[in-house]
C-alpha cells in the first residue's frame, strides 16, 4: 500500500494558477498509474488527470490545455500544475496511485476558485 500526501491546495482568483503536489511514501517508479480527481460539493467524484509509469497522460475534457499532470520518479511525487482557473474548478482534489494491488488514495487537498 502506497501513502499519499497532498499539498498546494488554497484560495485563487479566477485566471489564477495553482501547483498541487502528491508526495508518495515510497518508489512511484513501478506503479502503473497515478493521477488526481476532484470532488465538488454535492457531486461526484471526478476523474481530472493520469499518468502512467511510462509518462502517458490523459485528462478530462473540462481541463484539457489548463491543468498537466507530471511525475518525478526521483523525487516519488506527482504534480498537478492548474492553469487558467475557473469558479468550476473549486473541488477537493485527491491523488491516487493505481497498483497491481491496490487503488490508494491521498487525504485530499482544497481548491477554492474565487474573487
Known amino acids: 500500500q502506497v501513502q499519499l500526501v497532498e499539498s498546494g491546495g488554497g484560495l485563487v482568483q479566477p485566471g489564477g494558477s495553482l501547483r498541487l503536489s502528491c508526495a508518495a511514501s515510497?518508489?512511484?517508479?513501478?506503479?502503473?498509474?497515478m493521477g488526481w480527481y476532484r470532488q465538488a460539493p454535492g457531486k461526484q467524484r471526478e476523474l481530472v488527470a493520469t499518468?502512467?509509469?511510462?509518462?502517458?497522460?490523459s485528462y478530462a475534457d473540462s481541463v484539457k490545455g489548463r491543468f498537466t499532470i507530471s511525475r518525478d520518479n526521483a523525487e516519488n511525487t506527482v504534480y498537478l500544475q492548474m492553469n487558467t482557473l475557473k469558479p468550476e474548478d473549486t473541488a477537493v482534489y485527491y491523488c491516487?496511485?493505481?497498483?497491481?494491488?491496490?487503488?490508494?488514495w491521498g487525504q485530499g487537498t482544497q481548491v477554492t476558485v474565487s474573487s
Open positions: 515510497g518508489s512511484i517508479f513501478n506503479i502503473p498509474a
Open positions: 499518468i502512467t509509469s511510462g509518462g502517458s497522460t
Open positions: 491516487y496511485a493505481r497498483t497491481v494491488a491496490s487503488m490508494d
